[in-house]
Every structure is written in C-alpha cells, then in structure tokens.
C-alpha cells in the first residue's frame, strides 16, 4: 500500500473520529463544528505538523558549528539515500530518544534528544540517524506527524467531553439529533483516545521495520542499530520522557516503555523482533 493511501486511510479515520466525539458534546451542531476543525487540522497538520511537534519539545535548530560531527553524519547518509539532507535539532531531554518530521524529504527534520547523544557510541547514533532518514526516505514522517497532531486533537475533544459529561454539557435526548448523556459522555471519553492509539499502532509498526531496514542499508552496519535499539530501550524504561502521547509513534524507540498500561497499545514492535530482525541481516553475527 503506497504512502499516499495510507494517509488518506489515516486522515479519513482520524476525522471520523474526530466527528463522532463531537457530536457526542453537541449533536449536529457539535458534528458540523468538529467536521470544521477536523478540516481545519488536516490541512494544518500537512503544511504545519513539523513545527507543532518541534514547539512541543522546545527543540532547538543544531547548526555544523554546534554540532559538526552530527552534521557530517547525516549528510553522508542522506547522499546515501539520494535525499536533501534534513535540518537537524536538539531535544533538550535526558531521556535518549529521537525522531523526524516534515511533510517530505525537501521539509524534513531529524531531532535527537541530549540524551541520546551521551548514552550511544558515534557508530550507534550513525544507525539512529540512518533509521530516521530511512523514515524520510520511505515517506513516513508525513503520516507520522500528521497522526501525532489529530491523535492530539482527539485527546483533547474527550477530556473536554469527559468534562462535559460530568458536569451535565451533554444530553441524552438532543433535539438536533445528538447528545450521550452522563454515562454515553465518559464512556466516549475514554473509548476516543484509545481508538486514536489504535489507528496509529496499526500504521506504524510495520513502517518501524521497515525504517530498520532501510536505515541498516544506509548506514551498511545492521548491527550498530541493533546495539542502539538495545540500548535505548533498556534506557528508556529508566529514564522517562516527558513527552505527548499522540507523538508517541514518532519515535525511534517507545518514550513510555516502562509505562505498563502504553505497551499494551504500543506503536512499536517488540525491541526483541527488531534486533532479531537486524542480526539476521548481518548474517546473524
């Protein structure tokens, strides 16, 4: 199935779901103002989603003076991947993590956490960033931005309906044709945010293996993304990020391991399966 269509597919049921919940709030009323901002949202996210997602982490752009290795780095593997070489910026977060956006190769964006950059050996973040431009190359990230920012949307419509709810804004009987009542309210509250994660699960899992892949004939050393990989998650499950959870399926590795309850409706394929997957390519070394 081609990036395109996946979008569509993700748009479409991210925009229902947007409508269902507010008409929960309004009725056909809340239907027509939440199919308003749906719109509103796609055409955001596509032309804006990068820049939603950087300000959410206070990343900062790294310049080659900042950063020259970094720098030199992912410009010799984004010529190895025939793509524009991607701006690069930094998460000021110890938690080690990283990922990319932009909504194409030509407006991308590689950002990696401090963290990350003290925790792995240079051969290891060179994997990382082959990973992510694996990503860009593949067309990912518009997908994944655009799943992070109207993931967003929906958790925000169902804490304002859970609000609603208990405070009487919804009603069981709306003469516009709409309304949940109490119970309809907060039982939607909690079904609409865990629908969202669903729809970005069922996307992004298969496209980690496949950024693993591609960023493993980038680089041409499986085995430094399988080290990474290893790592990251060990340390992830030690240091937690702050992050949103409607950009979870950004990331190169899950930011909320070591929350029970988030692997149940991980974006990630088991770390395990990962490196198997990458030892195999390596010729099982």
């Not at 820049?51 to 010529?79: F, Q, T, W």
């Not at 925000?156 to 309906?161: C, D, E, R, V």
């Not at 080290?227 to 409607?246: E, H, T, V």
Request: hydrophobic share 50%; aromatic share 4%; glycine share 10%.
């Amino acid at each position: 199935m081609t990036s395109q269509i996946k979008t569509a597919l993700l748009l479409g049921l991210l925009t229902v779901l947007i409508c269902i919940v507010g008409q929960a709030m309004g009725g056909r009323t809340g239907l027509f103002i939440a199919f308003a901002m749906a719109l509103v949202m796609n055409v955001g996210s596509y032309w804006f989603s990068d820049k939603i997602v950087l300000s959410m982490y206070n990343a900062r752009e790294l310049s080659p003076a900042d950063a020259p290795g970094l720098h030199a780095m992912v410009e010799e593997l984004a010529r190895n991947g025939n793509i524009p070489k991607p701006r690069v910026m930094l998460v000021p977060q110890d938690a080690p993590n990283a990922f990319a956006t932009g909504r194409d190769p030509e407006h991308a964006v590689v950002a990696v956490t401090q963290g990350i950059m003290r925790l792995l050996s240079p051969e290891e973040l060179r994997g990382v960033i082959a990973h992510e431009l694996g990503h860009i190359k593949n067309r990912d990230i518009l997908v994944q931005s655009i799943a992070a920012v109207l993931g967003g949307v929906v958790m925000m419509l169902a804490n304002m309906l859970q609000w609603a709810a208990i405070f009487g804004g919804t009603r069981s009987n709306d003469e516009e044709g709409g309304g949940t009542g109490v119970l309809g309210g907060l039982l939607m509250a909690i079904l609409a945010p865990i629908a969202a994660s669903l729809i970005q699960m069922a996307i992004s899992r298969s496209r980690e293996f496949l950024a693993d892949a591609t960023g493993a004939q980038l680089s041409g050393t499986p085995l430094a993304l399988a080290g990474a990989l290893g790592k990251l998650d060990a340390y992830s499950r030690q240091i937690p990020m702050n992050a949103n959870p409607a950009t979870e399926n950004m990331f190169i590795v899950n930011p909320f391991a070591g929350v029970s309850m988030a692997s149940l409706f991980s974006t990630h394929p088991p770390t395990e399966e990962r490196i198997r997957r990458l030892r195999d390519m390596a010729g099982g070394r």
